[in-house]
């Protein structure tokens, strides 16, 4: 199964006053439209997934309905275990339903994605493999052992929107 990690686009600064909690804290209109660009990017390299799971955070599920309305990706469904904060084992615990699929994608934050595509890679959240906002990165959870899973590529929003051209 590929496995499709994406981070929520370019979002306000946080504001508690204007977000109280931070959970609705949208993506700047600039983001937005940066990302619209981005997400038909990727549909030329990913023209299609099975499953969109999201954060359920305003900026990540806004992020992956462009991604549905810009490259024809399912809408999301709301997975808790992608909100900030939580542990990359809860991630791919979410994700374990779905193994019998050929794609997966996730939308949600960081620090926690990146963890997870080093927890995925060699079996510890440490030396986490970062992503930019809006950016996204496709791993293989089928590659063969010992590794059991395999990075097959990281894009910054900028080569991203590049592809879209």
Known sequence: MNLYIVRHAIAYDRDEERWPGDRDRPLTPIGEDKFRRAARGLATIVPSVDIVLASPLARAWRTAEILADEAGWPAPEACPELEPDRDPEEVVAAVKPHRHRESVAIVGHEPMLGETIAYLLTGSEENAVPLKKGGAACVDLDA?????????WLLTPKVERKLAR
Request: net charge negative; charged share 35%.
């Open 144 to 152: 063969q052992p010992p590794d059991g899973a395999e990075l097959r």
